[in-house]
């Protein structure tokens, strides 16, 4: 828990140059001409004062959300922070705080083996603490924004460490102000609020349908984490054997007379509604019917089980996943009049 209450003398960060192609689930061939690990916050004065030598910076963490070129412009700052702990029980919540470079599968899984639950239907999810905020990563009936409590991180503008409240994170559908201010923010810890009296959510239908919990049996965290870990190996990828980045496209969002005009249209259209009136679309739906689902073009191909999945047949490039997200956009454009937006950062 070094860096959770840093010892406060640390080596500086030296920039040197970096193979990132272990450093993107993608498995893209990528390089940085400028490279430095944090992973202690007294090296924060030194690398703050880095980052302004450079015309741009790069927060790489478990690169499970991004798209790297083959040449990284600027300085690549890799995530290492590490430290996990229980800060307070407070009006019946847990508080547990993760440092940024945590892996974020292994964190839920610390929380469960240690009591903290509420975390568990985010399971098996790619990538580092840090970039859950960023992202407001969700799945199976939960976004990080019902568990948030605060962020710490560190602030360019005002050169210190700040702390965010959930409210002042402005979290939204993979979304929020980290994402939006790009270079202002190093997230260095987490904070999340847990339920001492924790209550199973299983209203997705992945969930409900698991066997686990019928005949009025009730669920255990463990079991919501274990079945939720099954339903994402069973639906996705593993990036350790097929290189992807998760879902690529954000579902769309349409307003009610949108999704009324293209149901009327395309009757088993697939939709969530939504608390303020909208539509939430199915977007692997939108690619399945396009007949993208399986498919390749170059090196890059839609997975054959998920086509919310782009994937790496091997020897992909940025410009080979990009060549086959566009040609998905438009057959979705030209079928649905549904934009499609990418969920990775394209670098």
Same mark, same amino acid.
């Given at each position: 828990?070094?860096?959770?209450n %840093? ?5 500086p ?10 450093l993107?689930?993608?498995g =893209?061939? %990528?390089?940085? %001409?400028?490279?430095?690990?944090? +992973?202690?916050?007294? #090296? ?6 880095l980052i302004?030598?450079y ?7 478990g690169g499970?959300?991004?798209v790297?070129?083959?040449d990284?412009?600027g300085?690549v700052i890799?995530m ?15 508080i547990?705080e ?5 892996? /974020? ?5 610390h929380?469960?083996?240690?009591? /903290?639950?509420?975390?568990?239907n985010l399971?098996?999810i790619?990538?580092?603490?840090? *970039? ?21 991180a560190?602030?360019? +503008?005002?050169r #210190?460490?700040?702390? =965010?409240? *959930? @409210? ?7 979304d929020?102000?980290?994402k ?8 260095? %810890?987490v #904070?999340f @609020?847990l ?8 209203d997705?239908? +992945?969930?409900?349908?698991r066997?686990? /919990? ?10 919501v ?11 996705l990828? +593993?990036?350790e054997v097929i290189?992807?980045a ?13 999704h009324?005009?293209?149901k ?8 969530y ?12 739906w939108?690619i ?11 090196r890059?191909?839609?997975h ?11 020897g992909?490039?940025?410009n080979?996943?990009?060549? =086959?997200?566009?040609?998905? #956009?438009?057959d979705? =454009?030209?079928?649905?009049?549904v934009?499609?937006?990418p969920?990775p950062?394209?670098?």
């Open positions: 828990m070094s860096n959770l %840093s010892i406060g003398v640390a080596q960060p030296v920039p040197r140059p970096q193979d990132l192609s272990a993107n689930t993608f =893209l061939q %990528s390089r940085a %001409s400028a490279f430095v690990r944090l +992973d202690d916050e007294a #090296q924060l004065p030194q690398l703050a004062a302004e030598h015309d741009a910076h790069l927060v790489l963490g499970s959300n991004v790297l070129p083959a990284v412009p300085l890799h290492a922070l590490k430290g996990i702990r229980h800060v307070r029980d407070d009006a019946g919540v847990r547990i993760a440092a940024a470079g945590e892996n /974020w599968h292994a964190f839920v899984a929380c469960i083996q240690n009591g /903290w639950d509420g975390l568990e399971a098996l790619p990538g580092q603490v840090g *970039a859950s905020p960023v992202q407001n990563i969700g799945a199976y009936g939960i976004e990080l924004a019902d568990r948030l409590h605060a962020v710490r560190w602030d360019r +503008d005002a #210190q460490v700040v702390t =965010l409240s *959930a @409210a002042a994170c402005e979290l939204a559908y993979r929020s102000r980290f939006r201010e790009v270079g202002r923010w190093l997230i260095l %810890s #904070q @609020a339920p001492v009296m924790w209550q199973a959510r299983l997705y239908p +992945d969930l409900q349908r066997p686990e /919990w019928q005949d009025g049996r009730r669920a255990t965290p463990r079991q984490f274990d079945a939720v870990c099954d339903i994402r190996r069973n639906k990828p +593993d990036p290189g992807n998760g879902s690529f496209f954000k579902n769309p969002i349409v307003d009610a007379a949108r009324d005009a293209l009327a249209r395309f009757p088993g259209l697939v939709s509604p939504m608390a303020d009136g909208a539509f939430k679309l199915a977007a692997g939108l399945d019917q396009c007949g993208w689902k399986g498919r390749a073009l170059g890059a191909a839609v054959d089980r998920q086509a919310l999945v782009l994937t790496n047949l091997g992909a490039n940025a080979d996943i990009m060549a =086959l997200a566009r040609a998905i #956009q438009a979705v =454009l030209t079928r649905y009049g934009a499609l937006t969920e950062l394209v670098v």
